[in-house]
Structure formats: C-alpha cells, structure tokens
C-alpha cells in the first residue's frame, strides 16, 4: 500500500499558523510583484475566487468579504514544507517528495497495521508537529492514492481503497478531468469519445488504451485497476539546471540597477547549487521587457566557466560580464534571472592541478557564507555587487514575516 499525503491549502494554511485569528476566514496568496492569485483556503474558493484572477481587478470585492491578502512568502513556505517531510520521516522512512506540499509513502512495513488508524495518525502528528492540516490517501497504486486523497480533502481526512468494492465505488462517479495525468486536452478527446469518468477510462481495453493515449496511458491505466506501475522515486534525479528568476519591482531602465539584480540572484542561484552539492560549467544570463509596455527586447547571454566550481565570486564575475554585453539603454526591463547550465556533482569534479588557487580554501569560504546566512537568516551576509537598498526588489507589501528562518522576525507575545 502506498499513501499520499497532501498539505490542505498549503500556502494559506502556512500564513494561518502563526496567526490563529484566520482560522475559518477566507485567505489568499498573490503571486509576485503582487500580481494575481495564486492560492486560496477553502473559503476563499466558497466566495468564487478563482486561481489567476488579477489582484487589482478584485482588490475591492476581497475587501467586502473581508478576506486576508498575502504577498507570496517562499521562505516561510519553503521551511514548513521541510518541517512536513521531516515529520513524516519519523512515520515512514521510505518517501518521494513530490512537490512542495505532496509526498507519497511507501506502507510496506506497516502491514501489520490497521491502514484507517495509521492514515489518521500521520494525519493528526503533522497536524500536532507542524501545525499544516493534511489530507492522506492510502491505496495500492499511486494513482489511486490520487484519487484517495482527493476523496479525503471533501470531508473524512482520511480515505483508503484497499479492497476492490471501495475502488470500484470511488471510481464511479470520479471525473476524467481530475484523475492524476489526465490534461485539458486528453480529458477533452476523452470526454469526446464519451468517457466521463475514471471507471469508464479504467474499463477499457488495453489496445484501445494503448492507440489512442500511448503506452503512458495504458501504465495511468494499470495504476487505476490497482496494478503499481510507477515506483517511488526516493532518490530523485539530479537536476540538469538550477533558475533564479523573478519580476522587478519597478522597470529598470539603469545598467547598475541591472547588475545589482543579476548579482543578487547569481548568488541565491550559486547557493542552491552548493546546498544540492552540485557544481556548474555554465551560466546564462537573461532579461526581457514587459510585452506590453514599450518595445521587447528579451536579451540572454551563456558564459562558459572553463571549469566546473560553485564558488559565488567566480559565478558572479561571469554573470556581471554577461550582463555588460547584453543591456541595451532605452528599454524598461521588467523581469530576469540566471540559470545554471552542466550541473554535475561536486564530488566527482576534476580539480586544476596547475591552478594558483587554493579551491579547499574557496570551499571553506562558502561553507562559512552558507552558514551564516542558515543560521541568522537569508542575505545575512552578502556581496556588496549587488546593492544594499535594492529598491528593484519584487512587490510583497503584505508579506508576513519570515517567522521560522529570522531571528528578527520570530513571533512575539505581548
């Protein structure tokens, strides 16, 4: 048996923890700079709310239902997600984070266990532990823990196909368009060919499977009937590149300003990279102009390393390089970033014996910069390229506080 255990409204549910106050009141996260929505708690989705609505457009209608706004908070995100897998790394040793706020467990040691009362045990110690209410999915194959879990969010918590009356019965009135790998435009020719629903699809036969969705189709299938056919994935794959890239907070339209952004995020991208243990051999550098404002203009530029390293000075000399060949005065830049290109890992790079460096030292400088900025908080310490104010920072004017990672932003009781 396999589980899937899913954050209920993650992002809302994080800025609730420390605010107790929101419970049972509408919450939603904007997107960067502020944007739109992208993320709701269950009464926000109960007013209409939908994912992708601009903020301006409904700022006043959130007002009158009196829903909390957030700016997008990563960090505090980021960490609750960890607080989350390391919880269930005490339940379970076997996991795949499958994404911020998804992980599937394998059950296999806990056969002896009633899978109901362990589905509710995960469920009430991350509760506990954390403070993120989830939602947990127990069934043979991934994609019926899918379609588990999502049972389980419209009310019990907790949902568990292990006998084939109960996934007959969750199957039946399960629709095409919510079943894990289905897309728009597949649940579109399903749905053409009268296939509404997640039995209808399962009921098929194989050749008809195979033709018309491939062989991928025909495994999503085999996980319906019960049959596993997609492991875990408890090692994941090594990245192939690493990006750092976000919105401005205002159009930059000076070089320096330019420099300082790029530096910024070469160094949030550089130490992304050494906290994977990986090391790069080339960057890119990119920036664009806003579609719509003015004439487009989207410049890149890749610098080769001549040698694999993580060490930030080296990336960002070769990212203040790029930049210079690439910004072009007179247009209003609106977004950019770094993307770090021929990840390998750092332990099985080739040192350059004839180099008048000493790279142990160089690695010890960054071990202590990482360090640093773990322990008192991001951009604690950090290079002067790039700028102190940085004014061209993204929008987050109702961000919360960085609760779990600032030593100056912790809660306090009054």
């Given at each position: 048996?396999?589980?899937?255990?899913?954050?209920?409204?993650?992002?809302?549910?994080?800025?609730?923890?420390?605010?107790?106050?929101?419970?049972?009141?509408?919450?939603?996260?904007?997107?960067?700079?502020?944007?739109?929505?992208?993320?709701?708690?269950?009464?926000?989705?109960?007013?209409?709310?939908?994912?992708?609505?601009?903020?301006?457009?409904?700022?006043?209608?959130?007002?009158?239902?009196?829903?909390?706004?957030?700016?997008?908070?990563?960090?505090?995100?980021?960490?609750?997600?960890?607080?989350?897998?390391?919880?269930?790394?005490?339940?379970?040793?076997?996991?795949?984070?499958?994404?911020?706020?998804?992980?599937?467990?394998?059950?296999?040691?806990?056969?002896?266990?009633?899978?109901?009362?362990?589905?509710?045990?995960?469920?009430?110690?991350?509760?506990k532990w954390t403070g993120i209410p989830v939602s947990v999915g127990i069934a043979p194959s991934k994609a019926l823990t899918k379609v588990a879990n999502k049972l389980a969010k419209k009310g019990p918590g907790v949902v568990v196909l292990d006998t084939p009356e109960k996934i007959e019965q969750a199957l039946i009135g399960f629709p095409i368009e919510d079943i894990w790998g289905i897309g728009h435009q597949r649940a579109k020719m399903l749905k053409a060919l009268g296939i509404n629903t997640a039995k209808q699809l399962r009921d098929m036969p194989d050749l008809w499977i195979r033709k018309k969705?491939?062989?991928?189709?025909?495994?999503?299938?085999?996980?319906?009937?019960?049959?596993?056919?997609?492991?875990?994935?408890?090692?994941?794959?090594?990245?192939?590149?690493?990006?750092?890239?976000?919105?401005?907070?205002?159009?930059?339209?000076?070089?320096?300003?330019?420099?300082?952004?790029?530096?910024?995020?070469?160094?949030?991208?550089?130490?992304?990279?050494?906290?994977?243990?990986?090391?790069?051999?080339?960057?890119?550098?990119?920036?664009?102009?806003?579609?719509?404002?003015?004439?487009?203009?989207?410049?890149?530029?890749?610098?080769?390393?001549?040698?694999?390293?993580?060490?930030?000075?080296?990336?960002?000399?070769?990212?203040?390089?790029?930049?210079?060949?690439?910004?072009?005065?007179?247009?209003?830049?609106?977004?950019?970033?770094?993307?770090?290109?021929?990840?390998?890992?750092?332990?099985?790079?080739?040192?350059?014996?004839?180099?008048?460096?000493?790279?142990?030292?160089?690695?010890?400088?960054?071990?202590?910069?990482?360090?640093?900025?773990?322990?008192?908080?991001?951009?604690?310490?950090?290079?002067?390229?790039?700028?102190?104010?940085?004014?061209?920072?993204?929008?987050?004017?109702?961000?919360?506080?960085?609760?779990?990672?600032?030593?100056?932003?912790?809660?306090?009781?009054?």
């Amino acid at each position: 048996m396999l589980a899937l255990i899913d954050c209920n409204s993650f992002y809302a549910s994080c800025e609730r923890v420390f605010q107790p106050k929101l419970n049972g009141k509408p919450v939603v996260v904007l997107s960067n700079n502020d944007g739109m929505v992208i993320a709701k708690s269950n009464e926000a989705k109960a007013l209409g709310l939908d994912i992708g609505l601009p903020y301006f457009q409904i700022k006043d209608e959130l007002k009158k239902h009196n829903v909390a706004v957030f700016s997008s908070n990563y960090t505090l995100y980021g960490d609750f997600s960890q607080r989350v897998v390391a919880t269930l790394r005490e339940l379970t040793s076997d996991i795949e984070i499958y994404s911020i706020d998804e992980v599937f467990a394998d059950l296999k040691g806990f056969a002896h266990k009633d899978p109901l009362a362990y589905g509710h045990e995960m469920r009430d110690t991350v509760k506990k532990w954390t403070g993120i209410p989830v939602s947990v999915g127990i069934a043979p194959s991934k994609a019926l823990t899918k379609v588990a879990n999502k049972l389980a969010k419209k009310g019990p918590g907790v949902v568990v196909l292990d006998t084939p009356e109960k996934i007959e019965q969750a199957l039946i009135g399960f629709p095409i368009e919510d079943i894990w790998g289905i897309g728009h435009q597949r649940a579109k020719m399903l749905k053409a060919l009268g296939i509404n629903t997640a039995k209808q699809l399962r009921d098929m036969p194989d050749l008809w499977i195979r033709k018309k969705m491939t062989i991928t189709g025909l495994r999503l299938v085999h996980e319906l009937r019960g049959i596993p056919c997609i492991p875990l994935e408890m090692q994941p794959e090594p990245k192939q590149q690493i990006i750092c890239s976000r919105s401005f907070g205002y159009f930059i339209t000076e070089q320096k300003d330019m420099e300082q952004a790029m530096t910024y995020y070469a160094s949030r991208a550089a130490e992304r990279m050494r906290d994977q243990g990986l090391v790069t051999s080339d960057i890119m550098v990119f920036f664009e102009t806003s579609r719509f404002n003015g004439p487009f203009y989207a410049p890149s530029k890749v610098m080769n390393l001549h040698r694999e390293t993580n060490y930030t000075p080296d990336i960002v000399s070769a990212t203040l390089a790029a930049t210079r060949q690439i910004f072009r005065k007179g247009y209003r830049y609106r977004k950019g970033g770094i993307m770090l290109l021929g990840l390998s890992s750092a332990k099985e790079r080739q040192y350059d014996l004839l180099s008048l460096r000493n790279e142990v030292q160089q690695e010890s400088l960054m071990k202590a910069l990482d360090g640093v900025n773990k322990k008192y908080g991001a951009n604690s310490l950090f290079f002067a390229a790039a700028g102190i104010r940085k004014e061209w920072q993204m929008m987050r004017q109702m961000k919360s506080p960085h609760y779990t990672t600032n030593w100056q932003e912790l809660p306090r009781c009054n």
